[in-house]
């Protein structure tokens, strides 16, 4: 998750972005992009929103980076970007819970003509994330769902280690009890 | 994994099961062509090692480029508006090397006209995110009281959350935008006791936009050179830094009589940043106030909680009525349409919508119109100007303006018709004087319609013009 250019083709990757070769920077961060997704989608609820705040991201982190000297991961120094910017999202109102609530219900309806235990389960599990605040949702995303040890997720978040567990005690009290329909269904 | 940071590995298999949409399906192509508008820094050499560099520039927009959020530097500004002169603050930059944040580029050509001044100065503000700086402001309490300087803190955010800090204690105010909650820290001097005021709506006309000690310094400003026709432009040194400068007359209003405002003011710009240095304002030559801004820091982080500081000790709580809904939330809530712009000037977004079945404040002149019913009130922003647009039922009263000034001031609005939109068939007031946030008003289709905010009299025409109600 925090691969940082090691190999010798890796760091002329960066070295070619750095000199501003967009198709090398968008190599560049191309495998970083699904998970930078699912913080970003789940941060602010709507696609919309996501592409707002990772085009701003990203755009950012081009113009950043010829100061990248890489004493950061790379990983986490790009997420410590798109964070910010789904901060900023976030602070603009770009959040539009109802109309991502009301998607996922469609999928679900489209599907199975039955009750679909695992859609449902689905559905509380983003639900609850939805419902607590954004600061509990980045570190529970950030450490539980990317793999993030508190140090990393604090860097990102830009907060000491020990706000990242006392936050993420209270996710995971918050969302605990969401996992009850998971676990029944046969993956 | 110490145990202190055990994974819940279970929670995290669910989350990572949830789904993930794709990219839009324009996001590539607009994500490409931003960063072929980047330049690469100058010295950057692609065989050398990663290290520091200038930071990238951003060319001039290009016309035809798409972007997903607009976030154009150059703005098409014009017209004629005045500035509020009762209270400016202006802003006088001293920066510091390493001073952290964003430098803004340079404003190219030295401007020739008033008008082309202030265009800069619009051009500045609306690209800016963050804004930290000292205010000191420099003003007689009385006429006949000796100027008096207190200095302040001031924070502002293009999502709309301000503060202001009285250096060394006093006045402390914090207004979060996304939350529409205003704190103000209790007062030992005055022996006020803090208050916290919730279900604020986003701005005019039941709220300000901003602290008039703050607001008005720099769209004002802006305002000010727009209107300043043919009034000359002088390069000078300002603290060590090249400006520009330029005397407009001040628009007189009663308490002027008096020597409470000014009769002229001297605005100095920064030509680095394109951002007011220093306003000085004068009645028949004597100083009346003069705002300055220093330690001026642009599109640095900003710690945490500065908009919604603790406060100690107990505190007043008290209630705006509004509550931050969606438009669509709006209409299924009063059953009528709430107005939305088909038109903004470039580079504004939407920011939130507040809306409000009653509020405790009327509004209007001397809070003289009736009460507040089913309002509506969604913020539009673009850096650090902002523009509101407003709906409440009629109910069959008789209204004046909404965002009026209060008594004394010689307003001379100017009787405006429409052709077009929502107000199509209707006429209202525009306001463009110098001491009033700019703004129109009309009565429509059962509707008290106002739009108010940082535009010149030509885009508050067409942004009026425009409403539509909401699909």
Redesign the interface.
């Known amino acids: 998750m925090t691969r940082t250019p090691t190999t010798p083709a890796d760091r002329r990757l960066l070295q070619r972005a750095q000199a501003g070769d967009p198709a090398a920077f968008e190599t560049l961060i191309e495998p970083h992009d699904r998970q930078l997704r699912r913080l970003a989608f789940r941060m602010l609820g709507d696609r919309g929103a996501m592409d707002d705040a990772l085009q701003e991201a990203y755009v950012k982190a081009y113009r950043s980076l010829p100061r990248f000297a890489g004493d950061a991961a790379f990983g986490t120094w790009l997420y410590r970007i798109v964070a910010n910017a789904c901060n900023d999202e976030l602070r603009r109102g770009a959040r539009r819970r109802g109309d991502t609530v009301l998607d996922e219900a469609r999928d679900v309806a489209a599907g199975a003509p039955g009750p679909d235990r695992a859609a449902a389960a689905h559905l509380d599990l983003a639900a609850a994330l939805d419902a607590i605040p954004p600061d509990l949702r980045s570190v529970v995303l950030l450490v539980d769902a990317e793999g993030m040890s508190y140090d990393e997720a604090g860097e990102v978040l830009g907060v000491p280690a020990g706000t990242v567990a006392s936050r993420l005690n209270r996710a995971r009290a918050a969302l605990r009890p969401a996992l009850a329909g998971y676990g029944e269904v046969p993956s | 994994?110490t145990r202190?940071?055990e994974?819940?590995?279970?929670?995290?298999a669910?989350?990572?099961?949830?789904?993930?949409?794709?990219?839009?399906p324009d996001?590539?192509a607009?994500?490409?062509a931003?960063?072929?508008q980047?330049?690469?820094?100058a010295d950057?050499?692609?065989?050398?090692?990663?290290?520091?560099?200038?930071?990238?520039r951003?060319r001039a927009a290009v016309a035809d480029a798409p972007r997903?959020?607009v976030r154009i530097p150059r703005l098409a500004l014009g017209g004629g508006l005045a500035t509020a002169l009762a209270v400016l603050v202006a802003a006088f930059l001293l920066l510091t090397p390493n001073d952290g944040g964003r430098a803004p580029g340079g404003l190219g050509a030295a401007p020739v006209t008033a008008a082309e001044l202030g265009a800069r100065v619009g051009d500045a503000l609306a690209r800016i995110?963050t804004l930290q700086a000292v205010l000191v402001v420099t003003e007689r309490p009385s006429p006949d009281l000796p100027l008096r300087t207190t200095r302040y803190r001031l924070l502002r955010?293009d999502?709309g959350?301000e503060r202001l800090m009285q250096i060394g204690g006093g006045f402390d105010r914090a207004y979060d935008?996304?939350r529409g909650v205003e704190r103000e820290a209790a007062d030992a001097s005055n022996g006020d006791q803090a208050t916290v005021t919730s279900g604020l709506a986003p701005g005019p006309p039941d709220r300000p936009l901003g602290d008039l000690r703050a607001q008005q310094q720099l769209g004002g400003v802006a305002r000010a050179l727009r209107a300043a026709g043919a009034a000359p432009v002088r390069e000078v040194t300002d603290g060590g830094r090249p400006a520009w400068r330029i005397a407009v007359r001040a628009e007189q209003d009663v308490h002027a009589l008096a020597g409470d405002t000014g009769d002229r003011l001297e605005l100095t710009i920064d030509q680095g940043t394109g951002l007011p240095l220093r306003i000085r304002e004068t009645y028949r030559g004597r100083l009346v106030a003069e705002r300055r801004l220093q330690r001026l820091r642009i599109d640095a982080p900003l710690p945490?909680r500065q908009f919604d500081p603790s406060l100690s000790g107990p505190a007043t709580e008290l209630d705006g009525g509004f509550a931050?809904a969606?438009l669509q939330q709006a209409s299924a809530r009063f059953g009528y349409a709430p107005l939305a712009p088909g038109w903004l000037p470039q580079g504004f977004?939407r920011?939130?919508?507040a809306i409000a079945a009653t509020t405790p404040s009327p509004t209007g002149a001397e809070g003289l119109n009736p009460p507040t019913r089913d309002a509506v009130s969604t913020a539009y922003?673009r850096g650090l100007d902002t523009l509101v647009v407003s709906t409440r039922k009629v109910d069959g009263m008789k209204w004046s303006d909404p965002v009026a000034l209060p008594e004394g001031f010689l307003v001379r609005p100017q009787r405006a018709c429409f052709r077009t939109g929502a107000l199509a068939g209707s006429c209202g007031e525009l306001m463009v004087d110098p001491r009033a946030t700019p703004h129109v008003w009309a009565i429509a289709g059962g509707l008290v319609v106002t739009v108010a905010g940082d535009l010149t009299q030509g885009e508050l025409e067409r942004v009026a013009g425009s409403l539509a109600p909401i699909g």
Not at chain 2, 7 to 12: A, I, K, Q, V, Y
């Open positions: 994994m202190e940071e994974r819940d590995e279970r929670l995290g669910a989350l990572r099961g949830l789904d993930v949409p794709e990219h839009g996001f590539a607009n994500l490409r931003r960063l072929e980047e330049e690469p820094a950057a050499d692609a065989d050398s090692a990663p290290g520091a560099a200038r930071p990238r951003r997903r959020r995110e955010t999502a959350d935008a996304f945490e931050q969606t977004r920011a939130e919508t922003r």
